[in-house]
């Protein structure tokens, strides 16, 4: 269960009530400069206000998450240890690529329109050697890389043509302990990984991407079509390299992935 806190303040100032709706401690000092207690005045901007009555109220609201994977293996670990019904996470496998998550995504959304996040997770590609194999990051935005058209050696994006936004933005993390240290990455979605030398120096030069998958951009945007807030995580489970599926470290990724989605699953179900 999600819970929140909200304080309610009814005061009077040159004896008129008046009443706010404060929802979170810290403002409340912000504005409080005396005291909280009945009876007691405090100052107001320049006005000294009567404080009638002063609530701290714990409000509970089930938030409800939406978590989109590719297939079944990456979430598999999270699946069978920990969603239950009442935690209000559900989970959507969509299949690979972006036209079977559009697919399923808006089919899903079309049915259940009520999910406060959607959370989209999966293992993916890294064209930063920097970055660990293994290592869980967050996606905050993503780029349809292959969406243009080309003009000889040049590439020309759908935006350049006047044919369609090719870039989305993730929403912002909440305040959850799951989301404090992640490394903040810019992510493309392609229908064809990148496993040759050139696509890969040229992609690098035209959208220096950290991450690739077949999916993300298609969630943001299913997100941005449906006026939803959306995330993206993604465990390394390779570099973007000459195609050497035996470096791939997926069952590491899942791992990780998947311990992290418990974390996430705890922050909201507290
Ligand atoms: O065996 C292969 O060569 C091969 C080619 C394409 C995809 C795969 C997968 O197993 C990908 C499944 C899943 O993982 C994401 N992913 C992981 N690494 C990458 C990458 O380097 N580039 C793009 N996507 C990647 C992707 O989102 C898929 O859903 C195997």
């Given at each position: 269960?999600?819970?929140?806190?909200?304080?309610?303040?009814?005061?009077?100032?040159?004896?008129?009530?008046?009443?706010?709706?404060?929802?979170?401690?810290?403002?409340?000092?912000?504005?409080?400069?005396?005291?909280?207690?009945?009876?007691?005045?405090y100052?107001?901007?320049?006005?000294?206000?009567?404080?009638?009555?002063?609530?701290?109220?714990?409000?509970?609201?089930?938030?409800?998450?939406?978590?989109?994977?590719?297939t079944?293996?990456?979430?598999?670990?999270?699946?069978?240890?920990?969603?239950?019904?009442?935690?209000?996470?559900?989970?959507?496998?969509?299949?690979?690529?972006?036209?079977?998550?559009?697919?399923?995504?808006?089919?899903?959304?079309?049915?259940?329109?009520?999910?406060?996040?959607?959370?989209?997770?999966?293992?993916?590609?890294?064209?930063?050697?920097?970055?660990?194999?293994?290592?869980?990051?967050?996606?905050?935005?993503?780029?349809?890389?292959?969406?243009?058209?080309?003009?000889?050696?040049?590439?020309?994006?759908?935006?350049?043509?006047?044919?369609?936004?090719?870039t989305?933005?993730?929403?912002?993390?909440?305040?959850?302990?799951?989301?404090?240290?992640?490394?903040?990455?810019?992510?493309?979605?392609?229908?064809?990984?990148?496993?040759?030398?050139?696509?890969?120096?040229a992609?690098?030069q035209?959208?220096?991407?950290?991450?690739?998958?077949?999916?993300?951009?298609a969630?943001?945007?299913?997100?941005?079509?449906?006026?939803?807030?959306?995330?993206?995580?993604?465990?390394?489970?390779n570099?973007?390299?000459?195609?050497?599926?035996?470096?791939?470290?997926?069952?590491?990724?899942?791992?990780?992935?998947?311990?992290?989605?418990?974390?996430?699953?705890?922050?909201?179900?507290?």
């Amino acid at each position: 269960m999600n819970t929140s806190r909200l304080f309610v303040l009814v005061y009077s100032v040159n004896n008129r009530a008046r009443s706010e709706q404060i929802p979170n401690k810290i403002r409340v000092k912000d504005k409080v400069s005396v005291s909280k207690g009945v009876g007691k005045k405090y100052y107001r901007g320049n006005t000294i206000a009567h404080i009638h009555f002063f609530a701290y109220i714990r409000m509970e609201k089930q938030m409800n998450v939406l978590v989109i994977a590719a297939t079944e293996e990456e979430i598999q670990p999270f699946i069978h240890s920990h969603v239950e019904p009442r935690s209000g996470i559900e989970v959507l496998v969509t299949g690979v690529g972006m036209v079977a998550t559009s697919f399923a995504l808006g089919q899903k959304l079309a049915a259940t329109p009520h999910y406060d996040l959607l959370l989209n997770v999966g293992i993916a590609g890294s064209f930063k050697r920097s970055i660990a194999l293994g290592e869980v990051v967050y996606v905050y935005q993503d780029t349809f890389a292959e969406l243009g058209a080309e003009d000889g050696e040049q590439f020309v994006d759908s935006v350049a043509l006047g044919l369609a936004k090719h870039t989305f933005q993730g929403a912002l993390a909440p305040d959850y302990p799951a989301f404090q240290g992640l490394r903040q990455c810019r992510g493309i979605t392609v229908n064809t990984v990148h496993g040759h030398e050139e696509t890969i120096d040229a992609i690098a030069q035209r959208l220096n991407p950290a991450v690739e998958s077949m999916e993300g951009a298609a969630v943001f945007y299913a997100a941005h079509q449906a006026g939803l807030p959306a995330i993206q995580i993604r465990a390394i489970s390779n570099y973007v390299e000459r195609r050497n599926k035996a470096s791939w470290q997926i069952p590491l990724a899942i791992e990780n992935l998947n311990r992290w989605l418990k974390v996430f699953a705890n922050s909201i179900d507290r």
